[in-house]
């Protein structure tokens, strides 16, 4: 680890400044307990609960920052980050941060998209075509694997007008509604990489007490994720029927039964669920017996 970092004893954390995942970072550390005071110059916010503060800056400098030693944890695409991993192997280059978290979120594809009249049928379709891209290592990396040689344009923005302007054949582009894709008349041929936002961070985590509060915030992240995804469901229920209610809980925990005042057969049933709760799991278990179903949202856990 470089001078930089060793010279810190708070903690740095760098986010998108503006764009698809800054209010994503912001509101996922928010919810972790952290409260920042913003710069004059918007790109340092100060950390006024814990030691820990923010930097502001683009997406693509975050591993760089991270390399460095300029910060210790980072919020970007998976996109991003696997993108210049492969770069930096290619350079004979130190990998510059690693995956720590995938946060389930900010999800998208990188895909290579044809013109809207060709039909994708196989990787050997793209031979000899010029695909534009601002991913030029991992679209080169699947081409290398699936033994197609292909021209790369590397471009960095509006890679979804080459085609109409002549300049590429093909993309390979993010994509997540596909709207985007429709709109340039071209189609989705097929996805090369699965993306989310993810937290990263250096190989090593640091040793001293930074550690120690990256390994806290890691934790509390965790606990948001969770909590994003968990539901607290409440329920009435005849006691003969609360074995088969507890089978169609989606991701169920183990429920709580408690007795209700005045009834002798029915009884009260509270679980938390790490899976979504639709409408069909509610008029399942009602046809089950449940009556009084309630679904709730849950704001913290700590196990
Ligand atoms: P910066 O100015 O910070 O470099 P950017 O233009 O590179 O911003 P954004 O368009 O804000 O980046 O996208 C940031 C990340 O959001 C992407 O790297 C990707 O992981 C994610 N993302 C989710 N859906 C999409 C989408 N449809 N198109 C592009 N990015 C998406
Ligand atoms: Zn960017």
Redesign the pocket.
Known sequence: MSNVSKTRDRLRIAV??S???AEVSQDLLARCGLKFRQSRDKLFCFGESMPIDLLLV???DIPGLIAQGVCDLGIV?R??LAEQVLAARANNEPVPARELRPLNT?R?RLSIALPQDMEYQAPQQLQGLRIATSYPALLGAWLAEHEVEAKIVVLSGSVEIAPRLGTADAICD???SGATLIANQLREAVVILE?E?VVVGAQDLPLDERGDLCELLLRRIDGVIRVRESKLIMLHAPRSAVAIIQQMLPNGQIPTLLPIEGSVDQVALHALCFGAITWQHLEDMKRAGASQLLVLPVEKMLA
Do not use: E, H, I, P
């Open positions: 998108q400044k764009g698809r995942l683009r997406d693509d695409g996109n991003v900010s998208c993010l994509v997540s993306s936002a």
